[in-house]
């Protein structure tokens, strides 16, 4: 197993090399070959394709990756990130009123935080290898402010969505696929 210091790395590379906004997202399959982590396919996503079809995005770029280690008896695809854009809103359910509890889930599944006055643009990087660990780096926009998270057990990953669920998907395929493993339980 790679050490978790090799995709924290990783993560905190693709945090601090993002100094444009308003890119692309970028999907990129990582690989190993016992020394150093290299990017295998790099697939940046345009504003036209829907978060929601992501997962699909990303199956099929491992896919073909797959394939091509398979033909070449190699197995050094080890793991996944995603990297985007978006605007979040800090919201404590918990301390709002009903109203502001509604307009917070509306406007979520609206999709338009951006509209709101208190949200934040940031940039997101999710990094899951085939043992389903998870990176999670952000840096704010308006203060620069970087934070990074690990969560070793995907059990226990107090975050989700469609973006770590993809992730994870492409990640335990390519587990049993390419390295043998048994696939793994997803949370």
């Known amino acids: 197993m790679i050490d978790p210091s090799v995709f924290a790395a990783e993560v905190a590379r693709q945090v601090a090399e ?3 906004w308003d890119a692309l997202h970028e999907f990129r399959t990582l690989h190993w070959d016992g020394e150093q982590l290299t990017i295998g396919t790099l697939a940046a996503i345009v504003p ?3 978060p929601n079809a992501y997962p699909g995005l990303m199956t099929d770029v491992v896919e073909g990756e797959t394939r091509k280690q398979q033909e070449k008896g190699e197995s ?7 990297r985007f854009e978006a605007h979040a809103v800090m919201h404590d359910p918990d301390k709002a009123t009903a109203e502001e ?4 889930l509306r406007d979520r599944v609206e999709r338009c935080f951006h509209q709101r006055p208190d949200a934040v643009e940031i940039l997101g990087v999710y990094l899951v290898d085939i043992h ?3 990176w999670a780096g952000s840096k704010r926009r308006d203060t620069g402010k970087v934070e990074q998270h690990y969560y070793p057990d995907p059990a226990r990953t107090p975050i989700g969505g469609s973006f770590i669920h993809g992730l994870r998907e492409v990640a335990a395929t390519t587990r049993a696929t390419l390295h043998g493993l048994p696939m793994p339980r997803l949370p």
């Open 18 to 20: 993002h100094t444009e």
């Open 48 to 50: 036209s394709v829907p």
């Open 76 to 82: 050094t695809l080890c793991a996944f990130s995603l």
């Open 101 to 104: 509890n509604a307009r917070y």
């Open 132 to 134: 389903g660990r998870l």
